[in-house]
């Protein structure tokens, strides 16, 4: 197997929450694996997460951010595990996400031709990315009361960037037992060793 550089980016908030632990399992397999392996926990950076002018003026992006970028551009695979609330990512992710995706790192828009401003190209093409995505629904049902709510993420921030995207639904985990929480950790550092 090819050994990876992996970038683990842990959505949640709460540095104590389910998807960190999991993130850990995965990243224990990993690292087992040989692929060389770099995390970042959401609730450990310092940011402020609004992009109070969008692209009409450029806001200086925080140590943290620049470091993210860094971690991005490094990786071959992108790993993120976060919950869904109210159907989405929580609001902070989305924040990181607005202040570091930005042109001219995740993306340029064409600056000639009939569709000047309107077409783009990814830059960070090459890259794969799987997504963990935490809920306290069946994955099943979620998607029939609510439809796809990955599709922020999986098409509207990595593949509008170039990263070909995969998303696995984990859930429910509400009421997860002691046991059924170790069973999944265990399938999170079987990922982790394959890279997947």
Known sequence: MKKKKVFVLVGHPDNESLSAKFATSY???????GHDVRRTNLGELSFDPILHRGYKAQQPLEPDLLTMQEDILWC??????????????PALLKGLFDRIWLPGFAFQFRKEGIFKDKLWRGLLKGRTARVFVLSDSPPILARLIFGDTTNEIRKGILWFSGIRARVKKVGPVKFLTPRRTERWKRRFHR??????
């Open 27 to 33: 990243v224990h397999g990993a690292e087992e694996a």
């Open 76 to 89: 071959d695979h992108f790993v993120i595990l976060y919950p869904t609330w109210f159907s989405t990512m």
């Open 191 to 196: 990922w982790g060793k394959h890279g997947w």
